[in-house]
């Protein structure tokens, strides 16, 4: 199975940003840690990271007919973004929305989530394993 791995905005920014909040992991070791667990389970991973709406949306949409799952944490733009679930909408690619922090024991703002409405599972608040524990769940799905 292929599995197409999106980060929204900042994510590029692991290891530097808030380490209290989203740890001490860069994103090049996150890549690292989801490529090495794809390998282990047999299956194709492509990642990818955009700190910009427009070009999540065209990958989104590039990945109908090429990916069977979508692992996605979109930034902030989980909480502001009808286009990002448009998209997902739009290509009916299985999703897992993954978030490294609790975002439900946060702000207020970070409760409410547009992705939410079309993934089928939501992973928070487990640091980077949560990719990890999504792309597991796929591939446990599609035994
Ligand atoms: C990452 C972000 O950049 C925030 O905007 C979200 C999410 C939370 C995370 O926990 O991975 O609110």
């Not at 980060?7 to 490529?35: F, H, K, Q, S, V």
């Not at 991973?45 to 944490?73: M, P, R, T, W």
């Amino acid at each position: 199975m292929k599995i197409l791995v999106i980060n929204g905005p900042n994510l590029n920014m692991l290891g530097l940003r808030e380490p209290n909040i989203y740890g001490r992991t860069t994103y090049a070791d996150l890549c690292a840690l989801i490529e090495k667990r794809c390998a282990e389970l047999g299956c194709e991973c492509e990642l990818y990271q955009s700190n910009h709406e427009g070009d999540i949306v065209d990958k989104i949409q590039a990945a109908y007919g090429v990916f069977d799952a979508i692992v996605i944490n979109p930034g902030g733009y989980t909480h502001t973004s009808v286009a990002i679930l448009d998209a997902l909408k739009a290509v009916s690619i299985p999703t897992a929305e993954v978030h490294i922090s609790d975002v439900d024991n946060r702000e207020e703002f970070r409760k409410f989530s547009y992705v939410s409405l079309y993934a089928e599972i939501k992973i928070a608040g487990h640091g980077i394993n949560g990719y990890t524990e999504a792309v597991e769940y796929f591939v446990n799905k599609n035994r």
